[in-house]
């Protein structure tokens, strides 16, 4: 699907859709459970049903009403080919909690998860008693033999999702567990995980920051929760206010449980001199004069295709750094930016680990989201604030904000 976005002028109020990256962590550890757990507010993107497709096929039965999600854990394969989709999260959270069964099972997926490096866990998971055998370090996975605890040291340096997957399954082991992170990168989404564990009852013992012990032979306790907004979907959001809001301009229901690295945005939103107010949540967004700014994405690097288009309007060039963690996204999100806000008439030049956005006019083009949810709606800010611009691939916002065309169409976009 393509979709063309005109500038526009943009008012009103706008709900993001739930945390994935909550609502899928929430999910393993209800399937994990010994008993019901209740999710409400459940993300219904691509990602999140493919977490819920993995832990139906693991064993969960699963029920839906008007309320959310109602979950009966415990392991039980009952599909020992398990898709993941598109979603990284999915599968690097899923595989350690499948090998958790002890039985031969093979995990794919499809689309831009084809080109995401697996091969880690080959070298994690034979410590830990499992056989794997990939791809040349790519889907599909073929797991042999059951998790066991175990002392290992990982390199958190290219993905923190591996690890968030080993954090929630060695509980279930028979014996325990030492888990030391080297390099770690994307903390927030550790932060997260830990959090989402520890509201099920289960505890892991932190010998300093990122070195843990964890006890063998827990129990996940049903929970009943509301799942978090999403802060990554609301980045755009708030940028789109910062870019094209007119008049009363609010974001709501930001006030979430969890830790959420996107909330980062918050920052460059005001050192660029965007005015915001939040009232229990809900954040109130003034257009104003944007100035250039700084900002180290390294823990949030979902954050540089909103506030590339964001530097685009700004007073001077802005400096987004942690470059090195945007090649083995759903594009290499770097190189995408680069190429495609470069279409539109923004440049950008890629310097080590420095993104140097110059703002400019820009201009109407054609722009390739390359199959990158994140990328479409970024094309989507630049035309709002500049040209109208033709998104190729716009569903791919389908993987994390399905509504997300038809929310901008609420605040007064204009598209055709």
Known sequence: MDITVHPSLLSGEVTPPSSKSVFQRLVAGSLLSNGTSHIGNPAYCDDGLASVGMAASLGAEIEEDESGLHIQGGLKVRNP???????????????????????AITINGSGTLAGRPMGIFEKVLPELGVQVKTNNGSIPLHLRGKLRGGSIQLDGSLTSQVISGLLMALPLCGEDSRLEILNPTSTP?????????ESFGVHIEREDDWTFTIPGNQIYEPIDIDCDADWSAAAFLLVAGAIAGEGRYQVNNLDGVFTQADHAVTGPLLFSGTRMKNQSGDYQVV???IRGFEFDATDCPDLFPPLAALAAFADKPSII??????????????????????????????????MIIT???VVPCSFNSRGDHRMAMAGALLAIGGAPILIKNADAVSKSYPSFFDDLIGLGAEMG
Do not use: Q, W
């Not at 993941?84 to 039985?103: H, K, M, Q, V, Y």
């Open 81 to 103: 080919e398990l898709s993941a989709g598109e979603s990284g999260l999915g599968i690097r959270l899923f595989t350690p909690i499948a090998a958790l069964c002890g039985e």
């Open 287 to 289: 257009n104003h004069m």
């Open 189 to 197: 989404y550790l932060e997260m995980t830990l959090e989402v564990i």
């Open 359 to 361: 703002p400019a006019d």
């Open 321 to 354: 750094t942690g470059v090195n963690r945007l090649v083995h996204k759903e594009s290499n999100r770097a190189k995408a930016i680069e190429e495609e806000f470069g279409a539109a008439g923004i440049p950008v030049a890629l310097e080590g680990d420095r």
